[in-house]
């Protein structure tokens, strides 16, 4: 059985890769359509497009991250105790 300590690090892990992967596609895809929008006079069109597409993105690796976070989850329950 793990200890407190290791599923506390595991979950401060979990917390900070989940914000970085749902926040930076976000504020990029934002920046991105913002300016597409004012270069090509499209406003608010390719906004919501380069949105939509790091939403759809965001999820997928999300749901990969969880996955593989589940695992690790896993993997202290079994863990020997020392």
């Known amino acids: 059985m793990a200890s407190d300590a290791q ?5 401060l892990r979990i917390f900070a890769d989940f914000s970085g992967t ?3 596609p976000a504020v990029l895809a934002a920046l991105l359509g913002k300016w597409l ?3 090509f006079e499209t406003e608010p069109w ?3 497009v380069t ?3 790091a939403l ?3 999820a997928v690796v999300v749901v990969r ?3 593989f976070y ?3 989850y896993d993997k202290l329950g079994k863990a020997q105790p020392r």
């Open 56 to 58: 759809a993105a965001t």
């Open 46 to 48: 390719l906004l919501i």
């Open 65 to 67: 991250k969880a996955r």
């Open 51 to 53: 949105l939509a597409v």
């Open 22 to 24: 749902i926040a930076v």
């Open 37 to 39: 929008d004012n270069r």
């Open 7 to 11: 599923y506390q690090r595991l979950a």
């Open 70 to 72: 589940g695992r690790e």
